[in-house]
C-alpha cells in the first residue's frame, strides 16, 4: 500500500524531525511512504475571517496540486470522525481488501484547511477535540499509521 502525506508548512524543530525520521523508518517495512510538504502562507497573529480565508485557498490550491486523484482522501479536520487505533486499523485493511492501494492523509496549516479540499475528502479524519501544533500532528499521524500496521499484522506494539 502507499501512504502519502501532505502537510503545510515546514518541520523546523529537530526533535520532531528525529520522530518523523524514526517512523518512516519503521514504516519502511509495512508501506510505501511518501511525505510531501507544502509551503505555508505567512499570517499575522490577527487576521480577519476572509483573510484567513484567503490564506486557507492559497494553501489549498498547492495542496490540490499534490493529490493523486485515484487515492483514498483522508484531511484531518478537528470535526471530523473520531476512531480508536485498532478502529483506524480495521478502516485502513477494510480500504485494501477493497482495492484501495494509496491512501492520501492532508494535514492543514496553523488555519486549518480550505472548504474545497474538505469538500474532496473521502473521509474526515479528527484524533482528538483538542487543538495540536501541525508540526506534532505530523508526527502522530505518522504513529498512528505505524500502529495500524502492527495491528492489522498482530503484532505486539499495540497495547
Excluded at 484567503?54 to 470535526?79: A, F, M, T
Aim: net charge positive; aromatic share 8%; charged share 30%.
Amino acid at each position: 500500500m502507499k501512504i502519502t502525506i501532505i502537510s503545510v508548512g515546514k518541520i523546523k524543530e529537530v526533535y520532531f524531525k528525529k520522530a518523523i525520521e524514526e517512523y518512516t523508518k519503521r514504516l519502511s517495512a509495512y508501506c510505501n511512504l511518501e511525505q510531501i510538504e507544502i509551503p505555508d502562507e505567512k499570517a499575522p497573529e490577527s487576521l480577519s475571517v476572509k483573510e484567513e480565508t484567503i490564506i486557507k485557498n492559497k494553501e489549498g490550491e498547492r495542496i490540490l496540486q499534490k493529490i493523486d486523484s485515484s487515492s483514498y482522501l483522508v484531511v484531518l479536520d478537528i470535526k471530523g470522525l473520531q476512531l480508536s487505533s485498532e478502529a483506524l486499523a480495521e478502516k485502513i485493511e477494510a480500504l485494501g481488501v477493497y482495492g484501495t492501494s494509496h491512501l492520501s492523509f492532508v494535514i492543514g496549516g496553523s488555519l486549518g484547511l480550505s472548504d474545497e479540499i474538505i469538500k474532496k475528502a473521502d473521509m474526515k479524519l479528527s484524533f482528538s477535540k483538542m487543538t495540536f501544533p501541525h508540526q506534532l500532528f505530523k508526527v502522530i499521524l505518522l504513529e498512528q499509521i505505524y500502529r495500524s500496521f502492527r495491528i492489522m499484522k498482530g503484532e505486539p506494539y499495540h497495547k
